[in-house]
């Protein structure tokens, strides 16, 4: 089996930095099951491979099993995929040779262990049970843009229909040690097995690798019980501790925050000023059919209601609470049937792709993309602009150049405490401008609030069109 690893970061070779291992000779390492051989076929200032080559011994598997019968000469025990196959196998090869790697440790050079650099990963053949969709299910929320060619079974008997092995393409721009995190863990979750014993061991080392990114994931429960291998105990220890009492203790504390930062805003109006910048831009863009991403308690959604231009108003929201709030101060319940016509709310995550956002005329995502983990962004980014793709897109969020004017907010502070950056002007534009030539948009920059000479407005608003 074999997993190949590729950077264009500029030395490309310092992939071998991170790695631990040279570019210019090949590293061997006895494992117990076979061997695993790093070597690198590509070599260049400009781009460079690193690749993990694991040869299986099936013989010597079944020769050291000891079952309880003393037996293991079932023909399965010779006859299978897991000397060619990435499983379990792989995943203990990656935390073997490249242990410093995935820790994210580098004494050399741990700036850029820590920078998230351009990857690129193919696995030759991996198995997708649940296809090509859980494949991506499980991939793409975590940044990455996935391709995947499916081998048929034989293809000399192309009757006999595809089989479920893939070969896999991954990219994205991340921490090499997030990358190798997310192969180990998610490798023998597709395969959904593993070739050694289940314990309460691997709690621990789901909960170590899962740090940071596990939690928030859409497909949490169905990785944990994949990879710890459907025992029910372990699974829910895990999502126990994982989770913790996340309903309704996040969405309380999630409130609360949104209320200091509205606090922090208001002796400027600057929520209304939002609400009408993002009205005037909508309505300027003629669109008809609206999609609020981020909806929270429906504030933008009241005032859509009030202009029967847009027939077809649609708000979405990661909180089951917020959409609750939503629907209340919206009074859906009591709401004449025509104009209960015009709008729904849905739950759903930012990050995944979802067929119920194709279609729209317009897109608003109003002070929620600081809300998400930077390398998350670029699932977010092809979730909205490649697959939901609508003709305007409306983008606000926070000037960090601003809060020196808000008297109540302390020095190097964020406006809400759940930010996960805040961007200045300039860092805001190149993101747009990046967006807008990879998916065929045109955009433009708007201000929004009381404008300063030297810092800018409060709040910075894009707009992304379309032909």
């Avoid at 499916?150 to 896999?168: A, I, N, Q």
């Avoid at 740090?211 to 029910?232: A, D, F, M, S, V």
């Avoid at 929520?271 to 993002?278: K, L, P, T």
């Avoid at 020196?404 to 805040?422: I, N, Q, S």
Wanted: hydrophobic share 35%; net charge negative; charged share 30%.
């Amino acid at each position: 089996m074999l997993l190949t690893i590729t950077t264009t970061h500029k030395p490309a070779t310092d992939l071998g930095y991170l790695l631990h291992k040279s570019p210019f000779r090949v590293h061997s390492f006895e494992q117990v099951f076979g061997k695993a051989h790093v070597f690198y076929p590509e070599t260049t200032g400009e781009r460079c491979t690193a690749a993990l080559l694991l040869e299986i011994d099936p013989i010597g598997l079944v020769r050291d099993r000891r079952g309880p019968s003393g037996e293991g000469y079932a023909l399965e025990q010779y006859v299978n995929d897991r000397p060619y196959a990435a499983s379990s196998f792989l995943s203990v090869a990656i935390a073997r040779t490249f242990g410093t790697a995935i820790t994210g440790k580098s004494k050399e050079r741990q700036e850029l262990a820590d920078t998230p650099l351009a990857f690129e990963a193919q696995i030759s053949v991996l198995p997708c049970r649940g296809g090509e969709n859980l494949l991506r299910r499980l991939f793409e929320p975590l940044g990455y843009e996935v391709t995947a060619a499916r081998h048929p079974l034989d293809e000399k008997f192309p009757e006999w229909g595809e089989s479920p092995y893939y070969t896999v393409g991954l990219k994205g721009t991340l921490r090499l040690s997030d990358l190798l995190t997310h192969l180990y863990v998610l490798i023998p979750v597709l395969d959904d097995d593993k070739h050694y014993w289940v314990g309460d061991a691997e709690v621990e080392k789901l909960l170590r690798h899962g740090e940071g990114w596990l939690r928030e994931h859409p497909e949490r429960e169905l990785i944990t019980n994949r990879y710890l291998k459907h025992q029910k105990r372990l699974a829910r220890e895990a999502l126990s501790r994982l989770i913790g009492d996340e309903e309704p203790e996040a969405d309380e504390v999630a409130e609360t925050r949104a209320r200091e930062e509205e606090a922090i805003e208001k002796p400027i109006s600057l929520a209304d000023q939002r609400i009408g910048a993002v009205m005037a831009a909508l309505r300027s863009s003629g669109s008809k059919r609206v999609l609020d991403l981020g909806c929270g308690e429906g504030r933008l959604l009241r005032e859509l209601l009030k202009d029967k231009t847009f027939s077809d108003i649609v708000g979405m929201d990661v909180s089951h609470r917020a959409l609750e709030i939503a629907s209340q101060k919206l009074r859906l319940e009591d709401m004449p049937a025509m104009q209960k016509g015009r709008v729904r709310l849905i739950h759903g995550s930012l990050t995944y792709r979802d067929k119920r956002l194709s279609g729209f005329d317009a897109a608003t995502i109003v002070e929620v993309i600081e809300h998400q983990d930077p390398p998350r962004l670029s699932a977010f980014e092809r979730v909205l602009f490649e697959f939901a793709c609508p003709r305007t897109v409306v983008v606000t969020t926070p000037n960090v150049e601003y809060n020196v004017k808000f008297e109540t907010l302390p020095a190097g502070k964020f406006r809400h405490k759940d930010h996960r950056f805040e961007w200045t002007r300039g860092q805001f534009q190149n993101w747009a401008n990046g967006i807008a030539e990879r998916f065929g948009y045109a955009v433009r920059f708007l201000p929004i609030g009381p404008e300063d000479a030297s810092v800018g407005s409060p709040t910075q608003m894009g707009i992304f069109t379309r032909g």
